[in-house]
């Protein structure tokens, strides 16, 4: 009897210390015990996955992983008021492309006024000429798409300057021209535009900004004579 309960006793034992060995194994996690993988298909071909670019150093980047960079070209002319007389202006820019989404560049831009009349017995006019230019950044919402929006914005400086026109009358060259006031300014300009893809290298767009500058002197100008809404037009060629 004695001899049963011994044996009895160390069957215990070792089923105790069978237990104890697979809760130690799966405290510690053997991954190849938890999850058998199923063997191999050898007829069906695996497709390798794309590698992932990393980036060792964590920083992000304005041109982000693709890197892509375009540029254009652009010309434009618009339609404003200066000093409350009807104004028509011209320029161009030239800007580098980031990630389609974003360009960055320099813009200038010229424009006149329409001669007034001073004195219809002298035959004396008078109009306003100058332009301005400077650094320009332009997001672009949705650029892939045919017709998109984007929202450039000029930082720079110009001049302006009030010229009488003696003997003003057609042909012009019998004008003489004297420049009675010129002075220097800083702008600000955002504008929104909408934007079309006519072709893969030629954008067509419709847009509308608003001008904002130092003040000029009372004496010789009104004091923002150039501040207010612009309307126009641009063609823009490059790779975008």
Not at 68 to 94: K, L, P, W
Request: charged content about 15%; overall charge negative.
């Amino acid at each position: 009897m004695k001899n049963i309960s011994v044996l009895c006793l160390f069957i215990a034992l070792c089923f105790s210390v069978s237990a104890y060995s697979q809760d130690t194994l799966r405290l510690f996690g053997h991954k190849e015990n938890q999850n058998p993988k199923p063997p191999a298909d050898t007829n069906i071909r695996s497709t390798p996955k794309p590698e992932k670019q990393y980036n060792p150093d964590g920083i992000q980047t304005l041109t982000g992983p693709g890197h892509n960079v375009g540029f254009y070209f652009g010309f434009h002319s618009e339609y404003s008021q200066i000093a409350g007389y009807d104004a028509f202006g011209a320029g161009g820019t030239f800007a580098m492309i980031i990630n389609h989404g974003l360009a960055i560049g320099f813009s200038g831009k010229g424009f006149f006024t329409e001669p007034y009349e001073v004195s219809n017995i002298t035959h004396t006019s008078r109009n306003y000429t100058g332009g301005y230019g400077g650094f320009l950044i332009e997001p672009i919402i949705y650029p892939k798409f045919p017709v998109h929006v984007s929202f450039p914005i000029l930082i720079g400086a110009g001049g302006i300057a009030k010229s009488t026109l003696v003997n003003y009358n057609y042909p012009y060259d019998y004008t003489d021209v004297y420049v009675e006031n010129a002075e220097a300014y800083l702008i600000f300009e955002p504008a929104v535009e909408l934007e079309m893809n006519v072709t893969r290298w030629m954008r067509l767009g419709l847009g509308a900004s608003y001008r904002l500058t130092t003040s000029l002197e009372p004496s010789a100008f009104d004091t923002n004579p150039l501040n207010g809404f612009t309307g126009g037009f641009s063609f823009k060629f490059g790779k975008f």
